[in-house]
């Protein structure tokens, strides 16, 4: 089966750095992404990593193993506006570009 | 530029009733995939259209879904006759690349 697990919650203080772990076992791979969701929104995109290494925008960063089958989601400098559902999605072949999303990570920014 | 459009934002229905919600996308977006979350589930992959094509449709649960998108740009998806599990938030998402811009979804309550 094809099945993403990451954190389903975690806590942190405004102004501290986060980490949220995502592994992934697909059929296939074509690269992983982070989106991010505020409740009663629409999911947003943050990032995209085909390749192995690490991607930075801003605030946010984030990492891809392709050996390991994980990737993380790195944010900085927290700010109370970043409690928000963090998902992240593998693209895979299957026809098309199909998109496996995990159960998501509930993050509370405290001041 | 406009982004991913749907209508309804909500909806409530009775079971057995039928449904169908709209998803205008953004325009030019070759690639339109539907997706539902259940609540505090997975964002759950239902089908991805290239154009007017079908590209996967692995993750639409039964026949009592149809997906269409006739001429290539807007999508409908019905529901009929509708059951109490089909209830949640359905989102909308269109793309070029690897980033997939969502709509604000359709809530379906199903009583």
């Known amino acids: 089966g094809q099945s993403l697990e990451q954190p389903s919650e975690v806590t942190a203080v405004e102004g501290a750095i986060v980490q949220i772990n995502c592994t992934y076992q697909?059929?296939?791979?074509?690269?992983l992404s982070w989106y991010q969701q505020h409740d009663g929104g629409a999911p947003t995109f943050l990032s995209y990593?085909?390749?192995?290494g690490l991607e930075e925008t801003g605030r946010f960063s984030s990492f891809l193993s392709r050996s390991d089958s994980y990737g993380y989601l790195l944010l900085q400098e927290l700010q109370m506006k970043d409690s928000a559902s963090y998902f992240c999605?593998?693209?895979?072949?299957?026809?098309?570009?199909?998109?496996?999303f995990g159960a998501g990570t509930r993050l509370f920014v405290k001041a | 530029e406009a982004g991913v459009t749907q209508f309804p934002s909500h909806s409530v229905i009775e079971k057995g009733q039928t449904v169908t919600l709209r998803c205008d996308p953004i325009?030019?977006?070759?690639?339109l995939y539907w997706y539902r979350r259940v609540m505090g589930k997975e964002i759950k992959f239902l089908l991805h259209?290239?154009?007017?094509?079908?590209?996967?449709e692995s993750g639409m649960p039964n026949n009592r879904f149809l997906a269409e998108r006739t001429g290539g740009t807007y999508s409908t998806l019905k529901v009929q006759p509708a059951e109490l599990e089909d209830s949640g938030v359905y989102f909308c998402?269109?793309?070029?690349?690897?980033?997939?811009?969502f709509g604000p979804g359709t809530r379906l309550t199903v009583t």
């Open positions: 998402a269109s793309s070029q690349g690897s980033e997939q811009y």
């Open positions: 697909t059929s296939g791979f074509y690269g």
């Open positions: 990593n085909a390749l192995d």
């Open positions: 999605a593998v693209r895979s072949p299957g026809g098309g570009f199909k998109t496996i």
């Open positions: 325009s030019g977006h070759d690639n």
């Open positions: 259209f290239v154009k007017e094509s079908k590209q996967d």
